[in-house]
C-alpha cells in the first residue's frame, strides 16, 4: 500500500505557473505509474498526465505543451509543472498511484487560477 501528499496549489493568474508535488510513502515507489488527475465543480474527475515507472509519459490534449509531469525515485516524488494555466485549469487535483489493478489517491489540492 501507498499513501500519497500532494502539495503546491494555490492561487494564480492565468498564464500563470505553478509546481505540484506529490509525496509517496508506504511501498516500493518506483515501480507504480504515477499520474495526475484533477476535478472541477459539477465535472468528473480526468487524467490529465501520467508517468510509468520507465518514464514514459501521456498527457490530456488540453495540457499538452503546458504541463510537464516528471518523478524522482530517490525522493519518492511525482511532480506536474504547469505553465501557462487557463481560467479552465481550475480544479482539485490529485495524486494517483496505480499497481496491479490497484488505484490509491491523494487528498488532493486546490488551483484556482484567476484574476
Known amino acids: 500500500q501507498v499513501q500519497l501528499v500532494e502539495s503546491g496549489g494555490g492561487l494564480v493568474q492565468p498564464g500563470g505557473s505553478l509546481r505540484l508535488s506529490c509525496a509517496a510513502s508506504?511501498?516500493?515507489?518506483?515501480?507504480?505509474?504515477m499520474g495526475w488527475y484533477r476535478q472541477a465543480p459539477g465535472k468528473q474527475r480526468e487524467l490529465v498526465a501520467a508517468i510509468s515507472s520507465s518514464g514514459s509519459t501521456n498527457y490530456a490534449d488540453s495540457v499538452k505543451g503546458r504541463f510537464t509531469i516528471s518523478r524522482d525515485n530517490a525522493k519518492n516524488t511525482v511532480y506536474l509543472q504547469m505553465n501557462s494555466l487557463k481560467p479552465e485549469d481550475t480544479a482539485v487535483y490529485y495524486c494517483n498511484a496505480y499497481l496491479m489493478r490497484r488505484d490509491y489517491w491523494g487528498q488532493g489540492t486546490q488551483v484556482t487560477v484567476s484574476s
Open positions: 508506504g511501498s516500493i515507489f518506483s515501480i507504480y505509474t
